[in-house]
């Protein structure tokens, strides 16, 4: 049985009643409880945390997680940084920012549209006000999807004329499906660009992708998407020189640059690791 008091996290009533009125899906909610205890149960506001991790942590599928990690910092509930291209999580405390489900004059939710409202209030939207906010949402995602586009040019992989539907297409797919972000998407561009330098005098050169084959072809023979072999723990991850040859090797905190024999054996250690570390700490007490 748990003692509460030797081993608690404070969290504040104000966030706790703010989030008995906020509508999340049972996984955003595992995430958060996740996102506290390693933020809030050690007197921190923020802590890097792995997709990896939080999967072990919640029982939940890795992309379940990525996706609605993905929609928990659009709501900014979350906060997202970046660290050496490690991601670091934090709760936003300003409930007043949170994007939450909007409800309509006669109290009910109104489905899928995310507007901004003040705890404790009901949004007063009409249909056309929610409608025109839709369009506007659609839009501006549709400019920061761009901003990969943009960021693709810069590295000088391919130098595409213009950015084109496929092109739109095949990014908002992979970050609806995998949960990318746009960070993460850019991220994941400049892991390519690395590659691509590295084994350009190899056996076995990795060729510039063109930006609709990155994020919306499959691998040859495989199931996944192209870009998704250079995420944390995938084929492209790091490629370094040993002895002229270029090997996959991974790169995690804790790892350091080495070389597995066998790679998902590695991943898994290093997650039972740091469960075992966060075990530890637990039991000090926070």
């Known amino acids: 049985m748990a003692d509460k008091d030797k081993n608690y996290t404070k969290i504040a009533n104000e966030i706790l009643e703010s989030m008995a009125k906020t509508k999340l899906s049972p996984t955003q909610y595992r995430i958060l409880f996740v996102v506290w205890r390693n933020t809030y149960g050690y007197q921190r506001e923020e802590h890097r945390m792995s997709l990896s991790y939080i999967a072990s942590a919640t029982g ?140 350009k005098n190899s056996e076995y050169p990795v060729r510039p992708r063109p930006l609709h084959e990155f994020f919306g072809q499959k691998v040859y023979g495989g199931k996944h998407l192209i870009c998704a072999d250079y995420e944390e723990g995938g084929r492209y991850y790091k490629k370094l020189e040993d002895d002229g040859v270029y090997t996959r090797v991974i790169d995690l905190p804790g790892l350091g640059k080495r070389k597995p024999d066998n790679l998902l054996e590695r991943v898994k250690e290093r997650e039972k690791e740091e469960a075992e570390r966060m075990a530890r700490e637990a039991s000090h007490g926070a």
């Not at 940084?81 to 490690?86: G, I, L, N, V, W």
């Not at 705890?119 to 659609?138: D, L, M, P, S, V």
């Not at 995998?178 to 660009?193: A, F, M, S, V």
């Open 60 to 199: 939940c599928d890795k992309r379940s997680i990525q996706r609605e990690l993905k929609k928990m910092i659009e709501m900014k509930i979350l906060n997202e940084s970046y660290e050496r291209q490690t991601r670091v999580l934090g709760f936003n405390k300003n409930f007043d920012q949170w994007l939450t489900i909007g409800k309509t004059a006669n109290g009910k939710t109104a489905n899928g549209e995310f507007t901004k409202k003040t705890i404790g209030k009901i949004a007063n939207n009409t249909i056309g006000e929610i409608a025109n906010q839709k369009r506007k949402n659609k839009e501006r995602t549709k400019e920061n999807r761009k901003e990969v586009f943009d960021y693709y040019l810069s590295l000088g992989l391919i130098q595409h004329k213009k950015y084109t539907p496929a092109m739109d297409n095949a990014i908002k797919t992979a970050m609806e499906n995998y949960g990318y972000t746009i960070q993460y998407c850019k991220i994941l561009l400049d892991r390519h660009k690395r590659v691509v330098e590295k084994t």
